[in-house]
């Protein structure tokens, strides 16, 4: 009889543990968080893409240097660039979207403007944006240059 409690309280105890961890609660939850985890990834790779495409779609200076320097056709660029600047509306304003990517709207303009300053447009570099506005500057640097070439004669 004590035996035979003992035995039950044993099954029931190991039911419980068995219940435990193959529960769905323990198996199944990462795997529910990874196709989530991985949904939200291609979402973000898409609105980042679009965001950045739409920023330099619609920016004159941004679009013609984008023109010129790529090597695809002005044709199929012009027209990835307006289908961006169609879609980035709809996904600036989804709040999930920017929640689990952050704003990428914001991040595609402030960063455009960023790669600008340095000659770069999406993937081209070495594009010449600023240039050297006929300014104060183009003095500053003539000025170094007289200064470089005295210098060398001095020396020679
Ligand atoms: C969009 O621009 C951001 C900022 O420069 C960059 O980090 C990101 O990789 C770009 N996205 C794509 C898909 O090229
Ligand atoms: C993201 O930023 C843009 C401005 O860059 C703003 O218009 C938009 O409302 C923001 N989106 C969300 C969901 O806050
Ligand atoms: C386009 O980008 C340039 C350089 O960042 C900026 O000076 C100009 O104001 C932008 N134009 C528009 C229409 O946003
Ligand atoms: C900024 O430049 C990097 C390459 O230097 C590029 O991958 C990224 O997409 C650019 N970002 C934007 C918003 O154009």
């Known amino acids: 009889m004590q035996n035979s409690l003992f035995t039950n309280l044993i099954i029931l105890l ?8 193959a529960g769905p609660t323990v198996e199944k939850y990462p795997a529910v968080l990874a196709v989530r985890q991985t949904t939200s990834n291609a979402q973000c790779a898409d609105y980042s893409r ?8 619609a920016n004159a200076t941004y679009r013609s240097l984008f023109l010129q320097a790529s090597p695809r056709g002005t044709f199929a660029d ?26 990428l709207t914001t991040v595609a303009f402030v960063e455009a403007e960023k790669n600008f300053t340095q000659g770069v447009v999406a993937q081209f570099s070495g594009l010449v944006p600023t240039g050297i506005r006929a300014g104060p500057e183009v003095a500053l640097i003539v000025g ?3 200064v470089g070439f005295c210098g060398m004669f001095v020396f020679v």
């Open 144 to 146: 170094f240059i007289v």
């Open 78 to 103: 012009a027209d990835m660039l307006n289908a961006a600047i169609a879609k980035l509306p709809k996904l600036t304003k989804d709040a999930g979207l920017n929640k689990a990517c952050g704003n």
């Open 14 to 21: 190991s039911f419980f543990h068995l219940n435990v961890f």
């Open 50 to 57: 679009i965001a950045n495409l739409s920023t330099i779609g």
